[in-house]
């Protein structure tokens, strides 16, 4: 397989459900380390700027140690910096795990937000409120095995699939 900066250079950014920041780097410093260089400007590079502007609630923690932050800052920090390497499609684990309720609203909302500005993301969840509410298509994996594919109307409407796997 390929290597972990071979696959980001082709524009795949992870962002792990273990969060994997830099706990003794400063925010800011967490966002600048994944600066992809050699980004044309103009073509929607993603800066420091631009991540406080998508999560507002890490500017005021620009200085303060990644390690102090709460799991939510964590996982804003730790979406804005896979975003820094200017990624086309954007892996997510578990986005939601562990998170405060009103940390998941936003997070939502962000993530449709990169959504609508063309961003391809892939993401596994295991809370299915939230990822019906910002996915288009679903797919639901068994032991390797994909046991449906569809869109999110299909899901809703197919009630065998939902009392199987996803007991409702």
């Given at each position: 397989?390929?290597?972990?900066?071979?696959?980001?250079?082709?524009?795949?950014?992870?962002?792990?459900d273990?969060?994997l920041?830099?706990?003794?780097l400063?925010?800011?410093?967490?966002?600048?380390?994944?600066?992809?260089?050699?980004?044309a400007?103009?073509?929607?590079?993603?800066?420091?700027?631009?991540?406080?502007?998508?999560?507002?609630?890490?500017?005021?923690?620009?200085?303060?140690?990644?390690g102090?932050?709460?799991?939510?800052?964590?996982?804003?920090?730790?979406?804005?910096?896979?975003?820094?390497?200017?990624?086309?499609?954007?892996?997510?684990?578990?986005?939601?795990?562990?998170?405060?309720?009103?940390?998941?609203?936003?997070?939502?909302?962000?993530?449709?937000?990169?959504?609508?500005?063309?961003?391809?993301?892939?993401?596994?969840?295991?809370?299915?409120?939230?990822?019906?509410?910002?996915?288009?298509?679903?797919?639901i994996?068994?032991?390797?095995?994909?046991?449906?594919?569809?869109?999110?109307?299909?899901?809703?409407?197919?009630?065998?699939?939902?009392?199987?796997?996803l007991?409702?």
């Open positions: 397989g390929l290597q972990p900066h071979e696959i980001a250079c082709l524009g795949v950014g992870y962002v792990p273990e969060r920041i830099f706990p003794d400063t925010v800011r410093e967490n966002l600048e380390v994944a600066t992809k260089k050699g980004v400007p103009g073509a929607g590079e993603w800066t420091v700027e631009r991540i406080y502007e998508m999560f507002p609630a890490l500017a005021p923690l620009d200085g303060n140690l990644g102090y932050l709460s799991g939510g800052e964590q996982q804003m920090l730790t979406i804005g910096r896979t975003l820094m390497g200017n990624p086309s499609l954007l892996l997510l684990d578990e986005p939601v795990e562990g998170v405060a309720p009103i940390v998941v609203q936003e997070l939502g909302r962000q993530i449709h937000h990169l959504k609508d500005m063309g961003l391809t993301i892939l993401f596994s969840e295991q809370n299915l409120q939230f990822a019906t509410k910002i996915s288009d298509r679903a797919y994996i068994e032991k390797g095995c994909i046991q449906f594919q569809g869109t999110i109307e299909e899901l809703e409407k197919n009630s065998e699939i939902q009392e199987k796997h007991m409702i």
